[in-house]
């Protein structure tokens, strides 16, 4: 059975940076394409960035082009979320998501990944 286990998560301030690590185990990661969403109280899941099995293929949100990076170690096993300047709307809950890659295009809907680890909270003050 698949496995995600998010970490790095916390209270930050605005204009700051964290970076979010996704542990997988259970099934032969570099055949996953990987994704991070997040979740804020009162809104729908919103896709983040997402990452194509060889590491080579990215794509983000609109909300955080240019701030968040998202990378893969395959020989960890470990897909990351690197998170700059950093403002209070980014505070939501962090979920890692996978799922086998099935073609060239990066899914960027919930509905299409199969695997969720169970999220990481990450706070960012004022």
């Known amino acids: 059975q698949v496995q995600l286990v998010e970490s790095g998560g916390g209270l930050v301030q605005a204009g700051g940076s964290l970076r979010l690590s996704c542990a997988t185990s259970g099934g032969t990661f570099s055949r996953y394409t990987m994704a991070w969403f997040r979740q804020a109280p009162g809104k729908e899941r919103e896709f983040v960035g997402c990452i194509g099995w060889s590491g080579f293929t990215r794509t983000y949100g609109d909300s955080v082009k240019g701030r968040f990076t998202i990378s893969r170690d395959n020989a960890k096993n470990t897909v990351y979320l690197q998170m700059n300047s950093l403002v209070p709307d980014d505070t939501a809950v962090y979920y890692c998501?996978?799922?086998?890659?099935?073609?060239?295009?990066?899914?960027?809907?919930?509905?299409?990944?199969?695997?969720w680890g169970q999220g990481t909270q990450v706070t960012v003050s004022s």
């Open positions: 998501a996978a799922t086998i890659i099935t073609g060239l295009a990066l899914p960027r809907g919930v509905y299409e990944y199969t695997y």
